[in-house]
């Protein structure tokens, strides 16, 4: 039986996990999303802000790293930046188990909400989020935040009409 722990990450982990987060990837490619697929994986300086904060979690499947979430916080609520899982660990529960301790840990630190932003259509994204509580956040319910986001996810050239702002109350 292969076990999944969940820790803080550390800063001589940053460029693996970078690493992990480009070769997650790869599974984008099989829907036809080649531009996502090679997206450059987050800077350096967002995964030193979620070791400071205690906001980088790192899954392990029996010792080895498997994947990843980062938070970023602003205000009241905690926001799920990325999750990535190896795709040789893909299809293990991991990503579940990474989601359920995020939402965990933003519970136990008195956050009132988890916001991410994702696509809508792709079942491991908004489908994936909605069965663990997450829902679309209409356009009169958008933080300051969020659309800034929105407006970087534009600049960077995502599909718009794809992507969909989500939030789970806590």
């Known amino acids: ?3 999944i722990s969940i820790r803080n990450g550390a800063a001589n982990e940053i460029e693996f996990l970078r690493d992990l987060q480009l070769r997650s990837g790869v599974i984008f490619e099989a829907i036809g999303m080649q531009k996502i697929a090679e997206s450059p994986p987050t800077e350096r300086l967002v995964f030193t802000e979620a070791i400071q904060h205690n906001w980088l979690h790192v899954a392990c499947l029996s010792g080895e790293v498997a994947g990843f979430t980062i938070g970023q ?3 009241e609520t905690i926001h799920l930046e990325q999750m990535s899982v190896a795709p040789e660990h893909a299809r293990r529960g991991i990503g579940g188990q990474l989601l359920r301790a995020f939402i965990t840990e933003a519970m136990e630190s008195g956050f009132e909400n988890v916001t991410l932003s994702t696509f809508m259509n792709v079942p ?3 489908p994936f989020y909605a069965k ?3 829902e ?3 356009e009169t319910e958008m933080s300051p935040f969020l659309r800034r986001l929105q407006k970087a996810e534009h600049e960077v050239g995502l599909d718009m009409t794809a992507r969909v ?6």
């Not at 702002?165 to 806590?170: A, D, E, F, I, N």
């Open 124 to 126: 491991w994204n908004a």
């Open 165 to 170: 702002c989500m939030q789970r109350k806590l």
């Open 136 to 138: 679309p956040v209409s």
């Open 1 to 3: 039986m292969n076990l």
């Open 132 to 134: 663990a509580g997450f």
């Open 73 to 75: 916080q602003y205000g």
